[in-house]
T-cell receptor
């Protein structure tokens, strides 16, 4: 069965304390891996798409990497405005399969 | 360029009532999707469409129906609402050029409560 597992479920960081979020997947024929940010009461906001193992993408304090079985979202020197739920999803048969997300809190 | 627009934003239904959640996109995306999001459960796919006139079931289609008469619109119909359908509903759209996926843009959601 296709599965996407994110860890940890929740993460509390002090401002400036770098860390990584994990997304592991068991999907045959991966066509892409997506990272989204979701703020309370809003729809997911697109961050990155990764297509092949070894690929990396960066945006401000965020960097996403991909291996054959998992993806990492690295957050460097986070700020309180980075607090949100980060969702990982894999593209399989034209459909996105989502993990349950990592709820990140960054406090001053 | 509005992206993906969902209406209404909030709705309270009584058990057994019916309603239609509206979704419109103005990006000429060929693919459209309906997801529901329950607390701690992630997003689950209800129905999707690969183009006008074509729809298919997702992971949790029971109790719902969809239609896709135009590229822009993808309404979700709830018949005989049940408390288990209390959730936040998101519509999304995307475009595939046979190599890369573009978009996968989400609307702002409809929060539905069935009492």
């Amino acid at each position: 069965e296709d599965q996407v597992t994110q860890s940890p479920e929740a993460l509390r960081l002090q401002e400036g304390e770098s860390s990584s979020l994990n997304c592991s997947y068991t999907v045959s024929g991966l066509r892409g891996l997506f990272w989204y940010r979701q703020d309370p009461g809003k729809g997911p906001e697109f961050l990155f798409t990764l297509y092949s193992a070894g690929e990396e993408k960066e945006k401000e304090r965020l960097k996403a990497t991909l291996t054959k079985k998992e993806s990492f979202l690295h957050i460097t020197a986070p700020k309180p405005e980075d607090s949100a739920t980060y969702l990982c999803a894999v593209l399989h048969d034209d459909k996105l399969i989502f993990g349950t997300g990592t709820r990140l809190q960054v406090f001053p | 360029n509005a992206g993906v627009t969902q209406t209404p934003k909030f709705r309270i239904l009584k058990i057994g009532q019916s309603m239609t959640l509206q979704c419109t996109q103005d990006m000429n995306h060929n693919y459209m999707y309906w997801y529901r999001q329950d607390p701690g459960m992630g997003l689950k796919l209800i129905y999707y469409s690969v183009g006008a006139g074509i729809t298919d079931k997702g992971e949790v289609p029971n109790g719902y129906n969809v239609s896709r008469s135009t590229t822009e619109d993808f309404p979700l119909r709830l018949e005989l609402a049940a408390p288990s359908q209390t959730s936040v509903y998101f519509c999304a759209s995307s475009y595939w050029d046979r190599v890369y996926w573009y978009g996968y843009t989400f609307g702002s959601g409809t929060r539905l409560t069935v009492v």
